[in-house]
């Protein structure tokens, strides 16, 4: 019995050391903008890989670009990870232009796809868009000098990598390749491709160790985004912020100028809050917010005093804040074509239901006891100061009242309704035609 315990106790021993000596890849694969909530993902990605006993760490990247806070706290986790980091930038038709130029640049290993490029990260920063061109000049001179430490504690080419921040190089995988020295390790045709290349190949990390791969029946381990990070990163794109923004305004307008629908009032409210969430993930000008504002404002004055001049007034603020609103993040931008049409349709549909809302408020009553003040009605009695009798209102037979004599058949004007009982004047009899 007690053999046959010690024999599984070994058994098991024996099989967890397989295990851990059984080479891990963690690939996670990263396809949006970088902002706070991709950067979540990447590091969440590193610290399971260090946690879990994996060999390396595969991030199959594709961006246009993102904001550069987020790009230094990835690549922060990279820097101190404890496994090696690959970047890998496919499949073809791929890109990491901008932020993704900077991962890439950080990597223990850089491979590109055939087909694929990276570069153009010139930076835009929202504080310094738009003031004056030494803070511009500070935060290009800031970029530039991040790549550069990268690029040289990675030995890759210092001189291009500095031109992608300064002059918004790009370079596509034979141009990164064929430089001296060359921007990235070697190209790969998918990750089954990449890890085989790695097999036996000696990676320096950031603190100077050297760690030599090995890759031969690796276990690949996918990692995906949680759902919570899928929404985040769906609405957070300055496109998709801007439209839930405009989506929401016109609901809100609707439900303002058309009281009790319900439905675009509550679906104008979840736009809004769906739109303030994104810009809360994003950086957001206040200039730009201050200008869509002062558009509707002057919308409603033109409600107001119909001129032309300041609906088209307003028209152009909502279009100059709303460009202002989404240029901040780098390497990403809303068409002006969608803007232009966004608040053009805007501004006119708010224009049209606040007109026909104005106009309906200014017509008279025409139910209930205010639609009859001043409605002609016929007498049916006579009526007196002290006798009061009946009047056909609207094929319907009232008691009435009045200060003057009334003779049956004269026309009378509802002055006032006192509960059950009509106030009217008499109205002069029309001669017989052909009478003087």
Not at 15 to 25: E, I, L, T
Not at 44 to 67: H, S
Not at 250 to 276: D, K, N, Q
Request: charged residues 15%.
């Amino acid at each position: 019995m007690r053999t046959a315990l010690v024999a599984a106790f070994v058994l098991s021993i024996a099989a967890q050391s397989a295990a851990q000596s059984h080479p891990v890849a963690i690939v996670a694969e990263f396809d949006g903008i970088i902002h706070p909530v991709s950067a979540e993902f990447l590091i969440e990605v590193i610290n399971q890989a260090d946690t879990g006993n994996a060999n390396i760490v595969v991030i199959v990247l594709r961006t246009p670009g993102g904001l550069l806070e987020s790009t230094r706290d990835i690549v922060s986790r990279m820097i101190t990870a404890r496994v090696p980091v690959v970047v890998f930038v496919g499949p073809a038709g791929g890109r990491a232009a901008s932020a993704g130029f900077i991962l890439t640049l950080a990597a223990d290993v850089a491979v590109m796809a055939p087909g694929t490029h990276i570069g153009a990260a010139h930076p835009i920063s929202p504080a310094a868009q738009g003031t004056n061109d030494i803070a511009s000049q500070k935060a290009v001179a800031d970029a530039a000098a991040f790549v550069r430490s990268l690029a040289e504690a990675r030995g890759r080419n210092v001189m291009l990598a500095a031109a992608a921040v300064r002059e918004s190089r790009a370079f596509t995988d034979r141009e990164a390749l064929a430089s001296i020295p060359p921007l990235i390790d070697f190209t790969a045709t998918s990750v089954d491709d990449l890890l085989r290349l790695l097999d036996g190949r000696a990676v320096r990390r950031f603190d100077g160790r050297t760690v030599v791969l090995h890759t031969t029946d690796i276990e690949t381990r996918r990692v995906e985004m949680t759902r919570r990070q899928r929404f985040l990163s769906a609405i957070a794109h300055p496109e998709i912020a801007y439209l839930l923004m405009i989506v929401g305004m016109l609901g809100l307008t609707i439900e303002m100028w058309h009281p009790g629908v319900v439905l675009p009032g509550v679906a104008g409210a979840l736009s809004l809050l769906l739109a303030f969430l994104a810009l809360q993930i994003l950086p957001m000008k206040t200039t730009g917010l201050l200008l869509i504002l002062l558009g509707v404002g002057l919308l409603v004055v033109e409600l107001k005093v119909p001129s032309g001049v300041l609906g088209i007034g307003g028209t152009i603020a909502i279009i100059v804040g709303s460009v202002a609103l989404t240029d901040t993040v780098p390497g990403v931008s809303v068409g002006i074509g969608v803007i232009t049409s966004a608040a053009i349709a805007f501004a006119g549909i708010f224009l049209f239901l606040g007109r026909l809302a104005l106009a309906s408020h200014r017509l008279s009553p025409v139910t209930g006891k205010e639609g009859l003040i001043g409605v002609e009605a016929l007498a049916r009695d006579p009526i007196s100061p002290d006798a009061p009798g009946c009047v056909r209102v609207r094929g319907e037979l009232w008691r009435a009242a009045s200060r003057r004599p009334i003779q049956p058949g004269q026309p009378v004007r509802i002055l006032a309704v006192r509960g059950l009982t009509l106030d009217v004047e008499p109205l002069p009899i029309s001669p017989p035609a052909g009478e003087s």
